[in-house]
């Protein structure tokens, strides 16, 4: 692994997020090959009309946790890129307002182009409140461990 590589991904990442990261709040914590994290501060704009963290936002944060697991780049400057094929999810527990929703994503395998995740998300108390299972396709480029510039 290459601290280097290691801090600029994750450095760059957390910089320029999506739209929707912007908009949810969320932030990539860890990062590394096969691996990522992704935290969010629950808010009452994440929350349902029960006062419960809101299963679209959850399932927002499994597939974003496990794309990321997918698409680490060890070429400072340049990133992978992959889109989800496919997300089963399973709601088991709950977070409220003021929860730190912790998800831990990994990937499990696949081949040059398709690749297979798994997510867990966990609320404060460390209770598994959901998980999931992926398949996600590589875009052209980033099939390569080496990735593509990012500009």
């Known amino acids: 692994m290459n601290n280097d590589a290691d ?3 994750l450095s760059y990442e957390q910089q320029h997020g999506s739209g929707l990261q ?3 709040g969320y932030r990539l914590v860890e990062w590394q090959d096969d691996r990522a994290v992704v935290e969010l501060h629950v808010a009452p704009r994440h929350c349902n009309r029960a006062g ?3 299963g679209g936002v959850l399932a927002t944060l499994l597939d974003t946790a496990s794309g990321y ?3 680490y780049c060890p070429v400072p400057g340049n990133v992978r890129r992959c889109l989800t094929l496919s997300l089963t999810t399973q709601f088991m527990g709950q977070a409220v307002d003021g929860d730190i929703v912790k998800v831990e994503a990994q990937r499990q395998g696949g081949g040059r182009k398709i690749i297979f995740t798994t997510a867990t998300a966990y609320n404060n108390k460390g209770d598994i409140i959901a998980s ?5 396709r590589y875009h ?4 390569d461990k080496a990735g593509v510039p990012r500009d």
């Open 22 to 24: 912007e908009m949810l």
């Open 132 to 136: 999931a299972t992926g398949t996600f």
């Open 7 to 9: 801090h600029d991904n």
């Open 52 to 54: 419960i963290l809101h």
């Open 140 to 143: 052209r480029g980033s099939e």
């Open 69 to 71: 697991a997918c698409c």
